[in-house]
């Protein structure tokens, strides 16, 4: 094989990893934003809210972990919380700064 091949098939292995990165990181972010808007959808007395808030520390850690697999490595809670609008009680759960 010359190189020339190879190269191609290097180029070719490359792209599709970036493109299941990047369809991971939007598949994340998709689950966050959902889990925020059934956690906000219901109400305060909802024997369920609890497991919602869960399912919404549950998604900003997969999208920080994410984040981290594509190469953001610095700063990943900053950029999600500048990104979507995580509850504080997701955040105090995950003992995180609100």
């Given at each position: 094989?010359?190189?020339?091949?190879l190269s191609?098939?290097?180029q070719g292995l490359e792209w599709e990893l970036m493109k299941e990165q990047s369809g991971a990181l939007g598949r994340a972010g998709k689950a966050l934003k959902a889990a925020i808007a059934d956690y906000r959808a219901l109400p305060?007395?909802?024997?369920?809210r609890d497991a919602a808030l869960q399912a919404v520390c549950d998604a900003v850690?997969?999208?920080e972990m994410q984040r981290e697999f594509v190469g953001f490595v610095d700063q990943n809670l900053d950029a999600i919380l500048?990104?979507?609008d995580v509850p504080a009680e997701a955040?105090?759960?995950r003992g995180a700064r609100s």
């Open positions: 094989m010359n190189r020339r091949y191609d098939q290097h305060e007395d909802d024997p369920g850690w997969n999208l500048a990104e979507f955040l105090a759960r």
